[in-house]
């Protein structure tokens, strides 16, 4: 059982910029693929981006692509969302998921994540 707790929400101008931490309890995060989706009220949870379980690749959403960085660090059972130039079409609520599939053309989908953090709601003023 993984527990994941975001952290670093808040509001921000845009063009700004945000860190979100995600802290794993439970079990080591090394053990895992770690994954940011999104959503927005109305809306269906979307893919941010993923780091994979071994050797940090990483896989961004186009849309984030070259603004948002994901990063770990297993020391810390952490994994981070780096946000820079953001725009108001970025407020949403962010959730970090650990996933024990090994499988990365899967991580871009819900399914393929075990566990959920409770999200992070970020604002984007205009």
């Known amino acids: 059982q993984v527990q994941l707790v975001e952290s670093g929400g808040g509001l921000v101008q845009a063009w700004g910029s945000l860190r979100l931490s995600c802290e794993a309890s439970?079990?080591?995060?090394?053990?895992?693929?770690m994954g940011w989706f999104r959503q927005v009220p109305g809306k269906e949870r979307e893919f941010v981006a993923a780091?994979?379980?071994?050797?940090?690749?990483?896989y961004v959403a186009v849309s984030v692509m070259c603004r948002f960085t994901i990063s770990r660090d297993n020391t810390k059972n952490t994994v981070y969302l780096q946000m820079n130039s953001l725009k108001p079409e970025n407020t949403a609520v962010y959730y970090c998921?650990?996933?024990?599939?090994?499988?990365?053309?899967?991580?871009?989908?819900?399914?393929?994540?075990?566990?959920w953090g409770q999200g992070a709601l970020i604002t984007v003023s205009s």
């Open positions: 998921a650990a996933s024990s599939n090994p499988y990365s053309n899967t991580y871009y989908r819900e399914s393929a994540y075990n566990y």
């Open positions: 439970g079990s080591s995060i090394s053990n895992y693929a």
């Open positions: 780091v994979s379980m071994s050797v940090s690749i990483t």
